[in-house]
């Protein structure tokens, strides 16, 4: 059974430039969340796909966008960077887009914005 | 607004000492979720407690849900440096957003 898996693991991009973000759920899940967690803090709620849809999203504004394939991977979109935009972006996958799923997070990608 | 109140925020200890670490909300959960972490490493799930006064054991991990679901607590007997970590609680409160608090950093020296 394949884990859940990010690229790239760093990544280093200056303010104003776009990035993306990939995430391939672990085998048999169909729901991915993605999460941002900013230097000592804890994992914050960005939004969620199921079926590839949006299933749900928290307080962060549109330049965040995400996709989900049919192969239940995704993406997370960052337009116009800012420096606040720096950290580690967890992705989490789980199996049926429903409350209190068990959710299981891949090791994450280092976002550094200049 | 942080859901979830973490203490202590951080916990130099020594190999052998035991240790409690605590989770707080004003909101009741359906259930609560307790993490560790290691740098450069997603959250790996060591529990979830659904019921309230539930208590779960994972070795030498101890965790409880508080009777009215607002609070878990987080107990480690005889720490070894393996245990280093964060340690994070989360919980849904409604929707399908995890919930996380800020994180109780745990470092065990030998």
């Known amino acids: 059974e394949t884990g859940v898996t990010q690229s790239p693991t760093h990544l280093i991009k200056t303010r104003g430039q776009q990035v993306t973000l990939r995430c391939s759920s672990q085998?048999?899940?169909?729901?991915v969340s993605w999460y941002q967690q900013a230097l000592g803090q804890g994992p914050q709620f960005i939004f969620q796909?199921?079926?590839?849809?949006?299933?749900g999203r928290g307080n962060f504004p549109p330049r965040f966008s995400g996709l989900q394939f049919p192969n239940y991977s995704s993406e997370l979109n960052v337009n116009a960077l800012e420096l606040d935009d720096s950290a580690l972006y967890l992705c989490?996958?789980?199996?049926?887009?429903?409350?209190?799923?068990?959710?299981?997070f891949g090791p994450g990608t280092r976002l550094t914005v200049l | 607004t942080q859901l979830l109140e973490q203490s202590p925020q951080f916990l130099s200890i020594q190999e052998g000492e035991n240790l409690t670490v605590y989770c707080n909300s004003s909101?009741?959960?359906?259930?609560l979720q307790w993490y560790r972490q290691e740098p450069g490493e997603g959250p790996v799930l060591l529990v979830t407690?659904?019921?309230?006064?539930e208590v779960k054991k994972l070795k030498r991990l101890t965790f409880q849900f508080g009777d009215a679901r607002k609070d878990s607590s987080l107990h480690i007997t005889a720490a070894q440096p393996g245990d280093t970590g964060l340690y994070l609680c989360?919980?849904?409160?409604?929707?399908?957003?995890?919930?996380f608090g800020k994180g109780t950093s745990l470092l065990v020296t030998p």
């Open positions: 989490a996958s789980s199996f049926s887009g429903g409350v209190a799923d068990t959710q299981y």
């Open positions: 989360a919980g849904y409160n409604s929707g399908y957003a995890l919930n």
């Open positions: 796909y199921y079926r590839e849809e949006e299933n």
């Open positions: 085998s048999g899940h169909n729901t």
């Open positions: 407690v659904v019921t309230g006064g």
């Open positions: 909101s009741v959960f359906s259930s």
